[in-house]
C-alpha cells in the first residue's frame, strides 16, 4: 500500500471538520446576537424579549450537530465533549430563565460564549489547512 494514501484523509473527515470550524463560528455568532438582543430588550425596548426567547431554537441543535460532525471528523475529545458540553449548558439556560435561578442566566451566557470561542479556536486551522 501508498503511504502517501494512508496518510490522506478521506474526504468526509475533511468536509466534517470543514462544517465543524463553519458551524463553531455560526454558533458564536449566535451567542453574541442572543447576548445583544438581551442587552436591547433589558436596557431598551422590552418587546425584545420575544425576540430573545424565540431565537434560541432556531440554533440551539447546533451544538448536537458539532458533537456528530466532531465524531465524524475524528476530532480530539475536548471538541468533540466541549460541543456536547455547550448542548448541556443551552439546556441549563432553559431551567435558569426561571425567577429562582434567573442570577445564573447571564454567567451560563458567559460559558457559553467562552465555550464555543474555544471550539472556534479549536477548529480555525481546518478553515486555513490548504490541502
Known sequence: MNVEALKK????????????????????????????LAGMALFGNSEVWKWHRSF??????????????????????????????????ISFQYITALHIAGAIHPVLALVLFWGALALVRGSYP?????K
Open 56 to 89: 434560541v431554537p432556531m440554533f440551539g441543535y447546533i451544538s448536537v450537530i458539532l458533537f456528530i460532525l466532531g465524531i465524524i471528523g475524528k476530532l480530539n475529545r475536548k471538541m468533540i465533549w466541549g460541543s456536547l458540553g455547550l448542548f448541556v449548558l
Open 9 to 36: 484523509e478521506p474526504s468526509r473527515v475533511k468536509y466534517c471538520r470543514l462544517a465543524f470550524s463553519i458551524l463553531a463560528l455560526v454558533f458564536l455568532i449566535c451567542i453574541v446576537v442572543q447576548v445583544f
Open 126 to 130: 481546518f478553515l486555513t489547512k490548504r
